[in-house]
């Protein structure tokens, strides 16, 4: 997704390129519905779009999350700036979109409405609304995946990491720590990598009711970079 005017990026687009020959297949444009303006060096798109193979879900600093099918057709749009307008931040949002099964979350904390929504992919109906502690935060949802197919969305703060149902939203677990706002976790079969206390390496299953430190070393500061 890519976004148009320099401090106030109103118009929202998706474009869809072939990866072979770079060809622009479609392009799409929406008028956002939420706060558009942010930092010069930032820009409303800083969020990287997400799919399914089936959909495509881009999500905007505007806090506005366009579902289109792979031929750019519109299925569903939720301004939820609209529904939950305290919801920004003067420097702008960042956090991306993930797909776990069918929902699609969203990590919207600022000092404003600060939560955390499972969106149903296919309606765009919220599934679940958890609240968030009431900072900036441009951290964005990971999946922790298990071989049985059991899945956790894994949401950073400054507080710590959680990990909740995707379905639901209940959360199974919480690891309190003091995290970085910037950077997002990384999973690896049943290790998440942390930015916390320079870099933290949790082990826990999708099944737990708890996760256990493997290791941790302040010496591996990442900054603002998220480890891969």
Known sequence: SSSSGAVKDDHLHVLAIDAKSGKQLWKREFWATGRCFHHPTMANATPTPASDGKRIFAFYSSNDLVCLDLDGNLLWYRGLAHDYPKAGNDVGMSSSPL??????????ENQGDSFAAGIDTATGETRWRVERPAQANWASPAALRGKDGKQLVLLQSAKGLSAHDPLTGEQKWKYDAGCSIIPSPTTLGSRIYLAANGLTVLEAEAG???ANIAWDSNKLAGENASPV
């Open 99 to 108: 797909v776990v099964g069918d929902t699609v979350v969203v990590q919207v």
């Open 208 to 210: 737990a009711t708890t």
